[in-house]
């Protein structure tokens, strides 16, 4: 099984590459030549994108705050 910390590192490999993908789906959502149906789904992917390194960000502050007591 994988480890929290094994998993925290992987995020942290991919930050780069899906925070370029997350900026791009937010310009394709401002496109006003973009498709309404595409816009909405490009800024859903860019939320969920975000979340989940929001998510992270929590994990490793809860993880550094638990190796701190």
Known sequence: MTSRQQLL??????????????QGFRALAADPSTPPDVQQAS????EAIEKVFQIAHYIMKSETSASGR
């Open 9 to 22: 590192a992987k995020v942290h490999d991919i930050a780069d590459p899906c925070e370029e993908l997350r």
């Open 43 to 46: 800024l859903g992917l860019a």
